[in-house]
């Protein structure tokens, strides 16, 4: 149990273009979904968390208009990396936290490798 | 906000020793310290997790202990094997936030034949 998905896994993008990656819960709800972001070597930075039918809530220095949140179903959450350059390049991975009141663990999906040329 | 600090940030041990990876925080309201593991190119993978109500959490080989008066915890890997080889997180996170995990910066663990 406790599966998340990401898809796609890897994608090579031109300067300029837009990015869709998918967040999926396989097993389970997830009101709440989360987006990091992962450079080599380093630890995981939250980029924002993703909540099913409200608006997504972003760290600082995130720029929602660049990384565009979508969380329309209790299975279902997208990150769209709008007008993508090279330094957008990097590991992106989200996790679920799984439906119920006190539940705090976390599921990480497999990870998107993102590279803007 | 909270900040996790974590060490050592390399540690290689020879097969069969144990294995020490310990994180501080500093938000005394955390409540929920999990541990993940991560190897190359993968997902982290949660491995172990602790809440504040508890001392120490035991699974087979691994086992976490938290001191919340001093504001750490600490994951333990006894008879280190091969495929121990990974990097460790450790993060915290506060009931109320949504669960927002704050991490750790990792330790690469090495183990040698």
């Known amino acids: 149990g406790a599966v998340v998905s990401q898809h796609p896994s890897r994608v090579i993008c031109k300067s300029g273009t837009s990015v869709k990656i998918e967040c999926r819960s396989l097993?389970?709800?997830?009101?709440?979904m989360f987006w990091y972001r992962q450079f080599p070597k380093k630890s995981l930075m939250l980029m924002a968390t993703?909540?099913?039918?409200?608006?997504?809530?972003?760290e600082q220095g995130v720029e929602k208009d660049k990384f565009l949140i979508n969380h329309a179903s209790l299975t279902l959450s997208t990150l769209t990396v709008t007008s993508a350059h090279p330094e957008d390049s990097s590991f992106y991975i989200c996790?679920?936290?799984?439906?119920?009141?006190?539940?705090?663990?976390?599921?990480f999906g497999p990870g998107t490798r993102l590279l803007v040329l | 906000g909270e900040n996790v600090e974590q060490h050592p940030s390399t540690l290689s041990v020879q097969e069969g020793d144990s294995a020490v990876i310990k994180c501080t925080y500093s938000?005394?309201?955390?409540?929920?310290f999990p541990w993940y593991k991560q190897e190359l190119g993968k997902r982290p993978q949660l491995i172990i997790d602790?809440?504040?109500?508890?001392g120490e959490k035991k699974d087979q080989r691994i086992a976490v202990t938290l001191n919340k008066t001093a504001k750490h915890f600490s994951l333990h890997i006894t008879e280190t094997q091969p495929e121990d080889s990974a990097v460790y997180f450790c993060?915290?996170?506060?009931?109320?936030?949504?669960?927002?995990?704050?991490f750790g910066t990792g330790t690469r663990l090495q183990v040698t034949l």
């Open positions: 996790s679920a936290r799984l439906w119920a009141p006190t539940q705090e663990t976390q599921y």
């Open positions: 097993d389970f709800q997830a009101t709440t």
């Open positions: 993703s909540n099913e039918g409200s608006k997504a809530t972003y």
């Open positions: 938000d005394s309201a955390s409540n929920y």
């Open positions: 602790i809440r504040s109500n508890v």
């Open positions: 993060a915290a996170s506060m009931a109320g936030t949504a669960s927002k995990l704050t």
